[in-house]
T-cell receptor
Framework: AQKITQTQPGMFVQEKEAVTLDCTYD???????LFWYKQPSSGEMIFLIY??????QNATEGRYSLNFQKARKSANLVISASQLGDSAMYFC?????????????FGQGTRLTINP | DAGVTQSPTHLIKTRGQQVTLRCSPK?????VSWYQQALGQGPQFIFQ???????QRGNFPDRFSGHQFPNYSSELNVNALLLGDSALYLC????????????FGPGTRLTVL
């Protein structure tokens, strides 16, 4: 069974608009972490934002925020005021388990294109 | 503060050959993980090294092996290369902490002909 599901293969958004990238996850663990990474065409995975399963507040990092709905097992990434440089692949990932078990499981990714 | 570095950037090999990829973790990090990313896919976990030992392994054959050195740098070795091993190989480093983030290097693109 797929642990991380990203249902949007591609998204096209006008510059300066907000965009939401969807991510749902599947786990039976109580302790887990959710991550979003950005991968430009150069290939490097750039860390954007982290949400722990016990965190009460939704995570925010500058223009990025994570809409965490634990009961629905969703962790959507919201990018406000999109910029041309936001065009890239975006991956949602999950880390399960306690300390020492740091394997990340990734979704298939969403290709975001920002149009001028 | 140097981030995660990987070498080489690109590599071309032929089937049956062996390859070694290298990774230096971010300063202060003690854990190194390796991932394989095929074209159009998300990264797949290969294995993780901590205290010079393989701590966790994904669903990869024994042809994939690794090593971690006392300075925390790491190598990924792949023997008897197959065409299907062509991929971007990503190294990530982190601190041994349940809440720590994995930071990735730029990757090594391996092409097997």
């Amino acid at each position: 069974a797929q642990k991380i599901t990203q249902t949007q293969p591609g998204m096209f958004v006008q510059e300066k608009e907000a965009v939401t990238l969807d991510c749902t996850y599947d786990t039976s663990d109580q302790s887990y972490g959710l991550f979003w990474y950005k991968q430009p065409s150069s290939g490097e995975m750039i860390f954007l934002i982290y949400q722990g399963s016990y965190d009460e507040q939704n995570a925010t990092e500058g223009r990025y925020s994570l809409n965490f709905q634990k009961a629905r097992k969703s962790a959507n990434l919201v990018i406000s005021a999109s910029q041309l440089g936001d065009s890239a692949m975006y991956f949602c990932a999950m880390r399960e388990g306690a300390q020492g078990a740091q394997k990340l499981v990734f979704g298939q990714g969403t290709r975001l294109t920002i149009n001028p | 503060d140097a981030g995660v570095t990987q070498s080489p950037t690109h590599l071309i090999k032929t089937r049956g050959q062996q390859v070694t990829l290298r990774c230096s973790p971010k300063s202060g990090h003690d854990t190194v993980s390796w991932y394989q990313q095929a074209l159009g896919q998300g990264p797949q976990f290969i294995f993780q090294y901590y205290e010079e030992e393989e701590r966790q392994r994904g669903n990869f054959p024994d042809r994939f092996s690794g090593h971690q050195f006392p300075n925390y740098s790491s190598e990924l070795n792949v023997n008897a290369l197959l065409l299907g091993d062509s991929a971007l190989y990503l190294c990530a480093s982190s601190l041994d902490s349940a809440r720590d983030t994995q930071y990735f290097g730029p990757g090594t693109r391996l092409t097997v002909l």
